[in-house]
T-cell receptor, first 117, second 112 residues
């Protein structure tokens, strides 16, 4: 079945350390790829998106993600995390770009990020 | 502030109650969505409205009834819910083909 997988349910990193959150998808074509963040008690906010072109995309809050077609991955990275980055992170995919006008996003189950001092 | 406002923030209801969730977007978008977020499960798309017309009903039980009177407002009417319907219900809006959803803060629903 087609899916979006976030293998890590929970990650803990020290403030100032680097971060990488993993995302894999299993669609045949190149989908549109997104990362969203959800702070406690809030809705989701778009961090970045990949449609085509440069496989390294920059987002808000110092985040970046790299699309690797050979690995069907779209991992999120940040060189130095801040305590305010503690949140839930969701990878999402639009698998069928012919339906893109309806933004039928398929979400992963999320990765909860904890920051320790 | 994302420009998408949901009320109420919290709702507790019994299985025989009727209640409604409200969503309003101030962004001039033409598409609106209801998502259900349950613990340890991916977000589930429930309904999509484009220009006030429902374009997606993702096999949602009839005890959930959406209403979209105009492109800025979206309601989710609830009746005879079950305890397993307890979840965070998120509203979102978008402009066609931007790939970017703007989410409200959600309504945390508890069904007793």
């Amino acid at each position: 079945a087609q899916s979006v997988t976030q293998p890590d349910i929970h990650i803990t990193v020290s403030e100032g350390a680097s971060l990488e959150l993993r995302c894999n998808y299993s669609y045949g074509a190149t989908p549109y790829l997104f990362w969203y963040v959800q702070s406690p008690g809030q809705g989701l906010q778009l961090l970045l998106k990949y449609f085509s072109g440069d496989t390294l995309v920059q987002g808000i809050k110092g985040f970046e993600a790299e699309f690797k077609r050979s690995q069907s991955s779209f991992n999120l990275r940040k060189p130095s995390v801040h305590w305010s980055d503690a949140a839930e992170y969701f990878c999402a995919v639009v698998p069928d770009i012919s339906n893109f006008g309806n933004e039928k996003l398929t979400f992963g189950t999320g990765t909860r990020l904890t920051i320790i001092p | 502030e994302t420009g998408v406002t949901q009320t109420p923030r919290h709702l507790v209801m019994g299985m025989t109650n009727k209640k409604s969730l409200k969503c309003e977007q101030h962004l001039g978008h033409n598409a609106m969505y209801w998502y259900k977020q349950s613990a340890k499960k991916p977000l589930e798309l429930m309904f999509v409205y484009n220009f006030k017309e429902q374009t997606e009903n993702n096999s949602v039980p009839s005890r959930f009834s959406p209403e979209c009177p105009n492109s800025s407002h979206l309601f989710l009417h609830l009746h005879t819910l079950q305890p397993e319907d307890s979840a965070l219900y998120l509203c979102a809006s978008s402009q066609d083909s931007t790939g970017k959803l703007f989410f409200g803060s959600g309504t945390q629903l508890s069904v007793l």
